[in-house]
T-cell receptor
């Protein structure tokens, strides 16, 4: 059953804490993306990766970090430098050379 | 700044009617256009993609693109209460990422 999985579904962060959101895909897609969605807002790009071991900053990369060590996985770390992390985080993937992006179910991050 | 504009709504239509959702974009070199549906608390799911001027039909959905006017729309025929959701317009230029509008909330009333 192919698709994109994200975990956890809900994540609580304490002040000063780094947290990592997981994104895994078994679609054999080359490209993966992280978006942030705030209430009533569109999706904003945090980071994207076209191939393994390479990634690029999006529009709002400050306070976030990523890695792409495997084709299937693109974890996102929300660092303590991100002062307003409460949002719905969405991971997406696409085939290289094709533009259609497919989304995982999302992780909702809340600050304690 | 590449902007994608949508009327936030809510757009209310009666069951069985045609819902018309509109989107304008600022980047003239945009090449690919997408409509996603997002139910409350869920992630976006792809409805339609369109790449060339004109209409593209898929079941009850029709996407319309006019690059000269920088305008893309989505028509939903025979609207059903299950179509009630937020519809996101996304535009891709020559780069890798999508630029999203804020979405239009659609409410289909029985």
């Amino acid at each position: 059953d192919g698709g994109i999985t994200q975990s956890p579904k809900y994540l609580f962060r304490k002040e000063g804490q780094n947290v990592t959101l997981s994104c895994e895909q078994n679609l054999n897609h080359d490209a993966m993306y992280w978006y942030r969605q705030d209430p009533g807002q569109g999706l904003r790009l945090i980071y994207y990766s076209q191939i393994v071991n390479d990634f690029q900053k999006g529009d709002i990369a400050e306070g976030y970090s990523v890695s792409r060590e495997k084709k299937e996985s693109f974890p996102l770390t929300v660092t303590s430098a991100q002062k307003n992390p409460t949002a719905f985080y969405l991971c997406a993937s696409s085939n290289r050379g094709r533009e259609t992006q497919y989304f995982g179910p999302g992780t909702r991050l809340l600050v304690l | 700044q590449k902007e994608v504009e949508q009327n936030s709504g809510p757009l209310s239509v009666p069951e069985g009617a045609i819902a018309s959702l509109n989107c304008t974009y600022s980047d003239r070199v945009s090449q690919s256009f997408f409509w996603y549906r997002q139910y409350s608390g869920k992630s976006p799911e792809l409805i339609m993609s369109i790449y060339s001027n004109g209409d593209k039909e898929d079941g009850r959905f029709t996407a319309q693109l006019n690059k000269a006017s920088q305008y893309v729309s989505l028509l939903i025929r025979d609207s059903q209460p299950s179509d009630s959701a937020t519809y996101l317009c996304a535009v891709k230029d020559s780069g890798y990422a999508l630029n999203f509008g804020k979405g239009t909330s659609l409410l289909v009333t029985p």
